[in-house]
């Protein structure tokens, strides 16, 4: 990858590229496990990982809370004279970024690249200009987009839902936009698009029509789709599963309310899931849950990597920091084939008082190595093949005989009845939870 910041004004300038040190390094700049080039099981850590930084949080979120005024003084925006030029340096200080921190993709919205015009024609028009200069920037670096999208829930506009408004014309608005996101993202080679639920949803059944709003929205889906794929777009489109907030209840819940969605409705073909850990959470799942659920349907796509706070009911999308929790996702992410088009997307955010721009790195050093570490140990558990190895037992009165021909669906209810007729031999066996506890444990410490 190459540099971006050379020659280029520098944002970010006492900061150079950060290194891997290893362990024992006490560099807070400097990765500790997250070793680019390494390989694990024949394949590179950035391979497997497919790190990416999601533009919003990282350039655009400014510190402000509904309690408070920003605390993040962007350098980027500070001393630019139109929007458009601040858009210019955030792009310039958001590839500094990518290049030091040696992140290989990134993700947007319209918005976060391009700010809103005063009609949707010079809004996209700005988002033009902001996509061409993406795509120099991209050039430059080899830096990819991992996934593009469009903000349909800021705008008050918005504020009964986009492609489930009730009215007519603000659904439009929102396909004029999303249009405009899908001919960015295939400008710029996206591997992705996604589409999180925005205010899909409803604050009060009394005044919801959920059939008709759930429909419109297969619709509005199907018919992006069909779009994307005439200009040629190859990709993967995501469903972000969410449960709550902005809406009282959104449509996405969580991945198995989505999945039948998108069977009810045929459209699991082309779309696959996007899983966020704090999401997960809120819907009372825990990550892992999420991600092997996913897997179990063919329909894993991506991840949003951050984690919640267990004892709060909304979304912290804090940076993740715990081994055990990527430990367990990349066991489920490895053993569902890895990424392919997906990655992993830092939508997670500073802290209100991480005010100074080292916290920034800091922050996505510190999720790199989570993940790197979690790679390690989910690597380790599946070449061990202890816990693989003990669910294949578990099921093993499938394999054959009569628990081979329920399986093909060759036994009818009176067969069954007749093999379940006398109390006999049925096998007591433990569950061994207690030692596969002990036994992810051991993986852990090992590292
Ligand atoms: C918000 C979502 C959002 C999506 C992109 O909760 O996580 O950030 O990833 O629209
Ligand atoms: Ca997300």
Redesign the pocket.
Known sequence: MADYFVGQREYFPNIGKIPYEGSKSDNPLAFKYYDAEKKIGGKKMKDHLRFAI?Y?HSFCADGSDPFGAPTHPHPWIIDAKTPMEAAEHKLDAAFEFFTKLGAEYYCF?DRDLAPEGTSPAESEKNLQILTAKARERQQATGVKLLWG?A?LFSHPRFMNGAATNPEFKVLALAANQVKAALDATIALGGEGY?F?G?REGYMSLLNTDLKREKDHLAVFLGTARDYARKQGFKGIFYI?P?PM?PTKHQYDYDVETVAGFLRYYGLDKDFRL?I?AN?AELAGHDFYHELETAAAMGLFGSV?ANRGEPRNGW?TDQFPSSYYETSLAMYAILRAGGFTTGGLNF?AKIRRNSVESADLFEAHIGGMDTFAVGLEVAHRLISGGKLSGFIKNRYASFDSGDGAKFEQGQLSLEDLARIGSDYGAWGITSGKQERLENILNQYLLEL
């Open positions: 999601a919003w919205h999208t903000n996604t999180w925005g972000e969410k907030e996007n966020e999401h949003d979304d939508v």
